[in-house]
């Protein structure tokens, strides 16, 4: 088990497997929620080599944006403050300035 800072670093989070295999993600309460390495696999080819905003609006996120590609893609609650740490945490991607995230290149 991981565990790591959300996206804003205000609090922590935990998760099992990888990027490559699937996680589970724990958060709060006794929440967790499943993403697939189809689900990463996806993400990673629509935002390879861009710089995008995490979108870590519980509410709307904005347009191109990881937290609206997972909404409309993964799952209506909103995890992409969770997902961006693990990204960067595996090498996916780095923080960049503001609420941007930048992905490397697929290989």
Not at 29 to 50: A, I, K, P, W
Not at 69 to 88: C, E, F, H, M, R
Request: overall charge positive; charged content about 20%; some cysteine.
């Amino acid at each position: 088990m991981t565990e790591l800072k959300t996206w804003a670093g205000r609090s922590s989070f935990r998760y099992s497997g990888s990027v490559e295999e699937g996680t589970k993600i724990f958060f709060g309460s006794g929440h967790s929620v499943n993403v697939t390495s189809e689900d990463y696999s996806q993400l990673l080819d629509c935002f390879s080599g861009r710089t995008v905003n995490i979108g870590t609006s519980r509410t709307s996120p904005p347009n191109d944006s990881i937290g609206k590609w997972l909404q409309d893609n993964v799952i209506k609650t909103a995890i992409a403050s969770y997902v961006g740490p693990i990204l960067i945490h595996e090498g996916h991607a780095k923080k960049a300035d503001g609420p941007y995230i930048k992905f490397y290149e697929r290989r």
